[in-house]
């Protein structure tokens, strides 16, 4: 009975010391610090619109000037395309200064709202269209991707 409360406690001792930090490892964070970076260096890492792109088991998500869409495995971050905003602007006769929200119709095209209209962009045709526009005094906008029918208010 003895010997099984000694190795208990040595078990207990030995994975206590293992779940504790190198003292090196250990960052001491200011109040001020963890107010004043949390926007910014203490931000968690995500991705800017992540999207399932259809028919497929791939992701899509903007790079950080929101000027690319990168499409590539969920599991691994090399891209398997890039898709640049001057060509989706020369294509659609455009000057966006960054990619809006996009939703995909399917495994090559999507689509996205810019001021008073919708557009998709094709990507192995590398071409794209002007699916409707409608009042600019529109507000509450909802799309029907299916049917190309927009209701408003």
Partial sequence: MKKLFVYSILCVLTISV???????????????????RQFSELRPKSLSGLKWVKE??????????????????PNTRKPDTRIELFRVNESLNLAMKR????????????YFQHKNAFYKYDLSARKGDMLLSFSERATATDYNEVANHLAYT
């Fill in 99 to 110: 990619f809006p929200a996009i939703n995909w119709l399917n495994a090559n095209t999507f």
């Fill in 18 to 36: 293992y779940a504790q930090p190198s003292a090196g490892g250990k960052k001491v964070l200011s109040l001020e610090d963890a107010i004043l």
């Fill in 56 to 73: 497929t088991g791939q992701i899509s998500y903007f790079n950080d000037q929101r000027d690319e869409i990168i499409v590539s495995l």
